[in-house]
Every structure is written in C-alpha cells, then in structure tokens.
C-alpha cells in the first residue's frame, strides 16, 4: 500500500516562539523574508536534529533561476549510432518501445544540419514536430530538439542558408506554444512554465532577428546570371521545383521576369509536383482555348500536395526496420548501408519523407 503524507524519515517541522504564540518556521518561498529576525541559534537544539541550513534560504531564488536557465542546458545524451529501431510492442528479443523523443536524440540531426543537401530535411521534421507531436516529447528530447533549432538558426544567421524555411519554422512553432501555453501556470507542455515561457521569448527574438536579417551583396568578378546565354538561364528555371523560387528570380531582371512567365516553365511545374490524372481532371482553358498553365498550377495546389524533394534523407530498412542516415561515400567504397542488418542492401532500403517519419513513431 503506497504510503501518502509526510515522509517519516523527516526530522520536523521548525517552529519558533512569537508574541502570538508558536510559529512555523517556512524555509522556502516568499515567506523567508519574514523571517530575518530569527537568529540561525534559534533553530540549533543539543541533538542536533532540527539544524537551520543557510542554503535553504537561497532554495527559491535557486530554483527560478534553474527554471529560467533550463532551456539553456545541453542534452546529456550523446550517441555514435546513426540509426534507431522503430520497435512498436514487446517481443522475445526484445522489450519496450522507441519513441519520437528517442528517435530525435539518436539520430544525429545536430550533425545532419552542417550538410547543406540534409538542411531542408531537418528543417521540415522540426515543423512538422512544432505543428503536431511537440507535447509528446520528453524533457531530454525538448533540450535536443531546440538545441538543433538554435543550431539551425546560427546557420542562417551566420551563412544566410536559406532564411526563408527557417522563419517558417520558428513562425509554426511560436503559434504551436502559443495555442498550447493556455496562461501562466497551466501549460499542456511537458516541464515547467517559466522554462517554456523563456523559450517562446527565445524563439521570438530568433524571428524578429531573422525579419530584419539583411543579406550583402556580393561582388562578383565573373559573369553573373543576368550575363548568361537565355538558353542557359531557361535551363536554370526549369531545374528550379518551388514556385517561390522562380517569382524571385523573375524579380532580378525583366529579361528573367519575362522567362518566369512563360508557359514552359509552369507547365513542368504542372507536371512536376502533379500527375498526369490531377493535371487532365483540371485544365484551365483561356478564351483561346489554350491551357493556362500558370493559373493551372495556383488552382491544382488548392486542392493537391505540391511533390516535396530533397537532396539527402533518412532511409528505413524493411527487413530489420531501423531509420538510420546513408553515408554515399562509405556505401560506394565499403559497401556499408549505414545501419548493422544481415542482408545485402537493396530493395528493402526505401527514402521516407518527413511525415512517414513523424508517423513511424506514432502509436
């Protein structure tokens, strides 16, 4: 039977005698202060069991500044391993379950963000993290996960690597803790609320610095892109998938904003980001009867995904089902799939984007 109530093991209360009669002695809190006219000889008896400690004075003070200081703290968790095992129930080999927390520890992202072709990964994981599982986390795991944001956020600030996504993503999780922090004192969030209202100041300064974020411009000795042949600079266009993209690029020169709006362009981005069935179900036929396939575009992405693409993701393993980062280089010259499985990479090895990641780990 689970024993409630104050643990025997304890020496006591402290009282002392006033005008009034006796008086518990409170060694925390707001109370201390009216309490320095007692003397430290007041509480020593000749048993020494009920001994005043000055560094009780200083538990509140200690404990705020521990609140407000533990955003700040580094995870105490560091792992070599590269991959985790996405186990979801109790078998014979083994027992328990990973969870997203775990997976966001073990996984390395804090490395992953220094290669530019992983950058854009990990920044889409962290929103999708800060849209939907951001209460699922454990205390170890939110250290981790804004350790990496802060990460992300130097980089932005210090190489200009694509601004842009990293605003998105501290836009979509200040309104995440804004909606989840009800007010002072209640919070759905795991920890305390000084700590995650510390974190939302944080995370605004982090955007309004990123707002007034000035790029210089840089000095070119060569040619530059509006040097180019058109041909060459019709084939940039054309390599570019988001349509952000190419809207400022046609905003550099009226010669790139004259090939921004040709048909060409945005009829590969049709059929880039669409399929063949979403593309014929909703064409948008101009008074001539052509197809207007800028307009085209803005009305399939109402109704449709737009085709993600990166350059480097994780991989999941079908046969020992483990997500695990594949290093190229090392898969070309010693055959290493990254991860410790018994069969020879092939097929079974499969690109998962980050939402199939968020939902691996979702029981």
Known sequence: MPFLGKDWRSTGWVWTRTEHGWRRVICYG?????????????FCCANRENVFVDNVCQLATTKRKKDFSNHKTRSQFVFTDKWVCVQKGSTKERHGYCTLGEALNRLDF??????????????????????CELTSLSGAAQKNYFNILEKIVHKAFDDHYNPRIVREVLRQLITSMQDLTVQVGRCALVGNTNTWMCRQQTVLKWLQQLSNLQIPKEVHVGISLCQLP???????????SDVRDVVNLGRVSPTLHMLSESTGVWKKLC?????????????????SDKVDWKLMYLTLRRYYPIKEQYSDTLYYCNHCRVVFWQDHDLAILFKDSGHPCTITPGDRMVPISPQRFIDLFKF
């Open 271 to 287: 059929h880039f980001h669409f399929s063949g069935r979403e593309v014929c179900g909703n064409l948008v036929l101009t008074q």
């Open 230 to 240: 058109l041909h060459t600079q019709v084939k940039i266009l054309n390599k570019l």
């Open 30 to 42: 707001h109370e201390l202060e009216d309490n320095k006219d007692l003397h430290m000889k007041q």
């Open 110 to 131: 804090s490395s992953a963000i220094e290669d530019l072709s992983r950058f854009n990964y990990v920044a889409k994981i962290l929103m999708l993290i800060a849209r």
